[in-house]
């Protein structure tokens, strides 16, 4: 199943009456194995918990914003243990790349045997923010 491409949650105000909209769009995913590849070529920062690879987009491809991929292999377990851990990378992705991600670059997150599935999500949620940090302050 597809996640929507936008989630809109919405909280009653209380006693004032007025309505919260709180809405969070998911960066566009990596599709065609020659964007991985291309990413996979490029700049790579280790966490605990995941490796990151990313990629400046060239000036002939389209730059408006920023493109996210997610890789489990076999190495971390079956079919079951793979899906787990790209859940948890699309949320980490979701929840942190709209903020510290640039557009016009590919991000793919790589799962980590073992650590992946049982790593801090807060831990990841920090690591990712800094290998952005140390990624985009040595790239510019």
Request: aromatic share 6%.
């Given at each position: 199943?597809t ?41 790579r ?8 690879q ?6 002939e ?49 790589v ?15 920090d ?14």
């Amino acid at each position: 199943m597809t996640p929507p491409m936008e989630i809109v949650a919405r909280q009653d105000a209380g006693a004032t009456g007025a309505t919260a909209v709180f809405a969070c769009t998911l960066p566009e995913t990596l599709k065609k194995r020659a964007d991985f590849l291309r990413a996979a070529k490029a700049v790579r920062r280790p966490t605990p918990a995941f490796l990151l690879q990313a990629r400046r987009r060239a000036p002939e491809e389209p730059a408006d914003g920023m493109r996210v991929g997610f890789t489990c292999s076999k190495k971390l377990g079956n079919a079951v243990t793979r899906n787990r851990a790209k859940r948890r990378l699309r949320e980490v992705a979701r929840m942190v790349l709209p903020e510290h991600g640039h557009a016009g670059w590919d991000y793919v997150l790589v799962g980590r045997p073992e650590t992946t599935v049982s790593y801090d999500f807060a831990a990841m949620c920090d690591d990712l923010r800094r290998a952005l940090h140390r990624l985009h302050e040595r790239a510019l």
